[in-house]
């Protein structure tokens, strides 16, 4: 084992680990408690009344279900929104059933804090005051990461699954769950973190991969067996391509079934092309996460894969694409030419297209362009004139040209 195995691997315990552990949590938590009120509109600083909408809607919905409600019928009592996730999500759910909504945006708040940390940590940033920093400056100039609070979403909660599932605590530490629970348990709750079992296929990691499908089908089959009437509702909805949310052509939604149906027009046949274009670049993701996976650079790897998940759902609003951070990272290792100590992985130098390319996705994603510059209420995503096409949809486009540059460069190195 190398020093620096050993200096990655060492634990602080006793008062040390709690100074540290509050070093790290608290300024991204201060800056989020800080700014809850006005990152979603409707908030209030005093009293202080934060509109975490679905936050609201997942305790609500854990609520009716406890009282034999079908949860995928229901609507949320002050924005009247449905609960969109698998039924085995709101069983998950079930302790938000205990205490004030009050305590819950507290406790869902820090736990996110928690989730990033963690992230970070994995992809190697240094601990400490360095990762407190960068904690808060994510919530305060990262819109999927700040949004996902805002709104009380699982977005980061999910990534964290993923990557701590995928990325080890310390080189050489024995893991303490078997690998690809975490993904299974993030696929049960929302479908698509299922791409990593694909990335995991092509890698020849059998045993994950089977743990994860092993632990989605139970948690999909308990979900079923305990909510028999909301497993019918939400099957049929989402063979009938029903989401009870906003429609896929909003600028908002920046997968790649919004890119088509806001470039050629809202139709059926544009829906089966985009829909059809969305599983052939899942299916890249995981082969290009794959390739840069056995290349060592298992940040960027993760962060592909994650991208596809984004381009491959049907809707994929802004704040899903928390991706962004481990790509934000895998660039970063570009600019230091050299990973940082401890980092999960070493560094791969890549082509300066695909450095420039990651670079200008996170500036894009982080700024949320195409919210902050266009008008998108009642429809005028019809109207669009050619920049705005371009701003609406550069973010997406960008995402899958990484993903092809990648595979060309695949096929290219490929010995014959």
Sequence with gaps: MTEQTELAGRRLTGQPRIRRWLVEVLPGYLVSLAMLPVIISGGKFWPWTPQTTDLQVYLYAV?????????MTWTSPDWHLYFIYPPISAILMIPLAIGPYLFWQLVWIAGLVIAQNAVMIRCGVPRGWALGLLSAALV????????T???????????AMVIIDLLPAA????????GGLLIGIAAAVKLTPALFVLMLLILGRKKPAITAMITFVVLTAVGTAL??????????????????TSGPLYVGNQSLLGVVLRFFGETTTNSHIGLLLSFLVAVLAAIVGAYWWKQGGHVLAIAMVGLGTNLASPLSWTHHFVWILPLGLAAIYQLRRRPWPGARADHVPLPRWMSIGAGILVVYVSACLPLALLPYAGGEENSYNAGQR??????PLLAAALMVGTAIR???????
């Design 63 to 71: 609520r009716a279900m406890l009282h034999g409600e079908n949860i």
């Design 140 to 147: 305060i100039g990262m819109e999927p990461i700040r949004t």
């Design 149 to 159: 609070i805002g709104y009380g979403q699982i977005n980061t909660f999910l990534m």
């Design 171 to 178: 080189p050489g530490r024995k893991r303490r769950i078997p």
């Design 227 to 244: 909510q028999p009437a909301a497993t019918v509702t939400y099957v049929k909805s989402l063979i009938g391509g029903e989401t009870h």
């Design 390 to 395: 371009l701003i609406a949809n550069l973010g």
């Design 410 to 416: 695949m096929i290219r190195r490929r010995p014959v």
